[in-house]
């Protein structure tokens, strides 16, 4: 098994990749997107974050997150959000995988993989690169043609901004080799 170790640093921003168990396509769905939103907001409340950019895939999202200056802790901030949205969502009647022995041991629901994808951005290229990734991800899934055809994605609102061009994403990118990320 590989040995690897988070990277954790105060008030850093991370590029992150969480997965559903089993690859299960429901996120993008009316029900997943609504219970995300509210566990998203409560986790928020509790343990502050910003998020810099967003896509939701059907099996899994990619975001990048900014912690507070003085916190280090995004652990717990995908445990409480994960926690959360699995109650919620099946409290609302959404379904889950089957749940092996280890799970059941612990309470671990099987709606998402146990673990994330984290990656500390080390500079401006180093963001913006993650940056342009996450809004060319669903193109990269061949989910659509461009960007702005996504509509589950912070894509719309930096483009409303003016930091993209609306026809972004029409060439591909040459900043988002794979960036890592368990896809």
């Given at each position: 098994?590989?040995?690897?170790?988070?990277?954790?640093?105060?008030?850093?921003?991370?590029?992150?990749?969480?997965?559903?168990?089993?690859?299960?396509?429901?996120?993008?769905?009316?029900?997943?997107?609504?219970?995300?939103?509210?566990?998203?907001?409560?986790?928020?409340?509790?343990?502050?974050?910003?998020?810099?950019?967003?896509?939701?895939?059907?099996?899994?999202?990619?975001?990048?997150?900014?912690?507070?200056?003085?916190?280090?802790?995004?652990?717990?901030?995908w445990?409480?959000?994960?926690?959360?949205?699995?109650?919620?969502?099946?409290?609302?009647?959404?379904?889950?995988?089957?749940?092996?022995?280890s799970?059941?041991?612990?309470?671990?629901?099987?709606?998402?993989?146990?673990?994330?994808?984290?990656?500390?951005?080390?500079?401006?290229?180093?963001?913006?690169?993650?940056?342009?990734?996450?809004?060319?991800?669903?193109?990269?899934?061949?989910?659509?043609?461009?960007?702005?055809?996504?509509?589950?994605?912070s894509?719309?609102?930096?483009?409303?901004?003016?930091?993209?061009?609306?026809?972004?994403?029409?060439?591909?990118?040459?900043?988002?080799?794979?960036?890592?990320?368990?896809?």
């Open positions: 098994m590989a040995d690897y170790t988070r990277k954790y640093v105060a008030g850093a921003t991370y590029f992150f990749t969480v997965v559903t168990f089993e690859r299960r396509r429901f996120l993008t769905t009316d029900l997943a997107r609504k219970c995300l939103r509210r566990a998203w907001r409560e986790t928020r409340a509790r343990k502050p974050f910003d998020v810099e950019a967003l896509c939701l895939l059907g099996d899994h999202l990619h975001v990048l997150w900014t912690l507070p200056p003085d916190d280090t802790d995004f652990s717990s901030r445990r409480m959000l994960k926690a959360r949205f699995s109650r919620y969502y099946r409290g609302s009647g959404g379904f889950e995988g089957r749940r092996n022995a799970r059941m041991r612990t309470g671990e629901r099987a709606v998402w993989q146990r673990r994330f994808w984290e990656h500390c951005i080390r500079d401006e290229r180093d963001f913006a690169n993650h940056f342009d990734y996450i809004h060319f991800n669903p193109v990269k899934h061949g989910l659509v043609v461009w960007p702005e055809q996504w509509p589950y994605t894509f719309h609102r930096y483009a409303k901004m003016g930091w993209y061009e609306i026809d972004w994403g029409h060439v591909p990118p040459q900043n988002i080799e794979d960036m890592g990320s368990p896809e």
